[in-house]
């Protein structure tokens, strides 16, 4: 009999991409500089992390601004992070009609030597980041501004010896590296930690991030 191996523990991790990106994202960029441009107005009043130097963020509420391209956004992301929670969660279509999203929705513009430190995000079930502009990324800093996951098995790099020291994907210790698009949306467990390194481009590193809770309409 042949060995079974199985991925026990997964954790699921789900990308996409807007199909008219470069249309899109020229609008959002436009809007979100303008918005930025105006200081204390958009900006988070009561960050939950401290924001080094190089980064701005804004107020939690973005999806609910009535731009169009931002609620073109919307609709593309909420579709994607909709299809990846029936797919896990086994729900029929007639459910999906009951389930309810919650949401903090914010964005990022990131400039030279700006980073974001290791963090979750608590009391919400799914997060997600889309690229607007991933930025510059120079030859020298190949890591600039790379969204960084760590696993979470802590314990499993305890001991490592020639038996697990090489480990195929997806059973190997240590980090998951993304390296932005733009149009590229990556949706993940709220609980994972993740990190953004200093970003060393010349220009901007734009990026919308929201986290999102449920409920059922019927209980």
């Not at 199909?19 to 441009?37: C, G, H, M, V, Y």
């Not at 204390?40 to 107020?59: I, K, T």
């Not at 290791?118 to 510059?136: I, L």
Request: glycine share 6%.
């Amino acid at each position: 009999m042949a060995l079974e191996i199985s991925p026990m523990f997964a954790v699921p991790m789900a990308q996409d991409t807007h199909p008219d990106a470069d249309r899109l994202n020229a609008q959002i960029k436009s809007l979100l500089l303008a918005r930025e441009a105006e200081g204390e107005r958009y900006a988070n009043p009561n960050p939950s992390l401290r924001q080094h130097p190089g980064v701005f963020e804004s107020d939690f509420n973005l999806f609910a601004w009535p731009d169009p391209c931002i609620q073109q956004l919307r609709l593309f992301c909420w579709t994607a992070l909709g299809r990846l929670v029936q797919d896990l969660n086994q729900y029929s279509a007639e459910q999906m009609q009951q389930v309810q999203i919650f949401s903090h929705t914010w964005f990022h513009v990131t400039r030279h030597g700006g980073f974001t430190i290791m963090h979750t995000h608590p009391m919400a079930s799914w997060s997600g980041v889309y690229c607007v502009d991933p930025g510059e990324t120079p030859e020298d800093r190949p890591e600039s501004g790379i969204l960084r996951f760590h696993s979470p098995h802590h314990y499993s790099s305890y001991f490592t010896d020639a038996g697990n020291s090489r480990l195929r994907p997806p059973y190997h210790h240590g980090t998951w590296s993304i390296r932005f698009k733009a149009g590229q949306l990556v949706l993940f467990p709220s609980w994972v930690q993740h990190e953004v390194l200093p970003f060393y481009g010349r220009d901007e590193r734009i990026t919308i991030a929201f986290n999102c809770w449920f409920g059922m309409k019927n209980g």
